[in-house]
């Protein structure tokens, strides 16, 4: 009897979610329903329960505990009919609304045609819920605490290389570094890591259409500036030269859109997301000249796009190696 209840769960979730394929067993049964708990509705079909085990092609999901804060979701994209093990690596961070398996689905198509592995892992609002937390890569605490600044090992950014080096192990594979992607908030959250974790093995960073920045100006508090970041003048000048390519979508450009942050601080950056992009690079270049090193970054703009994922997307995979 409770078999069937247990399969009649199943059904329920397949009403919610999308058609799943018809369970032989028990054990399917919970794979099914053990993805669809954590991933956003509509996005379950398609996706294998990984578990401990290894990464097949599509997509997988396995819980990633191997670091300081909590668990997280890891969704792994394994593209078919290449040697994984030599095959490029990217990471993919989702947007404000945690959509990691939506932005996963919308990268598929170009990294399957070009033989690339994406791992894409989730920051749920139930743990991460303030940009604090996901964005701005948990570094500091809330205002209501003194903004402390946290050990190293708990900050966000620091799930990155420990996931990488899991996926690694999973994949049997010999690649030793990584493409770093994020869009919107995910481009938040990678041109941050590029300025906290500069020595991490990540050897291109891409910030594609971020709604604000920690801008390059030493004299703005952080998070909008660099004042009080608790960040060494040698990383931030590893920062400048890594390489980096800041993606901006030239329709990306409306003042009033709902999910703009408006404060001043962040006017202070332009009006609208494509200005505020501009000058965050031009701003990098200019402080690599005052500091005379060498600037790393690149600009590219796409035409006739605005604030969509799956669009910079069939132009970011160009710069993916």
């Not at 794979?31 to 996005?43: D, M, N, T, Y």
């Not at 590029?194 to 920045?213: E, T």
Request: aromatic share 14%; hydrophobic share 40%; charged share 25%.
């Amino acid at each position: 009897m409770l078999r069937f209840k247990f399969l009649a769960t199943i059904f329920a979730f397949a009403a919610i979610f999308g058609s799943v394929p018809t369970p032989t067993f028990a054990s399917d049964c919970m794979e099914l329903a053990s993805v669809a708990a954590i991933v956003e509705p509509g996005q379950a079909p398609g996706i294998r329960e990984a578990g401990n085990g290894e990464l097949k092609p599509g997509i997988n999901h396995f819980t990633f505990d191997g670091w300081a804060g909590k668990p997280i979701p890891a969704f792994v994209f394994v593209p078919s009919g290449v040697d994984v093990k030599k095959a490029p690596i990217m990471f993919m961070m989702h947007g404000a609304k945690r959509g990691a398996v939506r932005y996963l689905k919308e990268w598929v198509p170009h990294a399957e045609k070009k033989g690339v592995v994406i791992i894409a892992p989730k920051f749920s609002k139930k743990h991460f819920k303030y940009s604090r937390q996901y964005q701005a890569g948990n570094v500091f605490g809330s205002k209501s605490k003194g903004s402390k600044y946290k050990p190293e090992e708990q900050w966000t950014f620091s799930t990155i290389e420990p996931l990488f080096d899991e996926v690694v192990k999973r994949l049997d594979s010999t690649t030793k570094d990584y493409t770093l992607y994020g869009h919107s908030a995910g481009s938040q959250f990678a041109h941050r890591f590029l300025f906290y974790k500069p020595d991490a093995r990540a050897k291109r960073i891409i910030a594609a259409n971020a709604g604000w920045y920690t801008m390059p100006w030493p004299k703005a508090a952080f998070p909008y500036g660099l004042k009080n970041a608790k960040m060494s003048k040698g990383s931030f000048k590893k920062a400048l030269a890594k390489d980096v390519y800041v993606i901006l979508g030239d329709q990306d450009n409306d003042a009033k859109h709902e999910s703009l942050r408006k404060t001043p601080e962040a006017n202070r950056q332009g009006a609208h997301r494509f200005a505020r992009g501009v000058n965050f690079f031009r701003e990098g270049k200019k402080q690599a000249k005052r500091m005379k090193i060498k600037f790393g970054w690149k600009v590219v703009v796409v035409k006739g796009v605005a604030h969509s994922n799956g669009e910079i997307a069939a132009v970011a995979i160009k710069f993916v190696e």
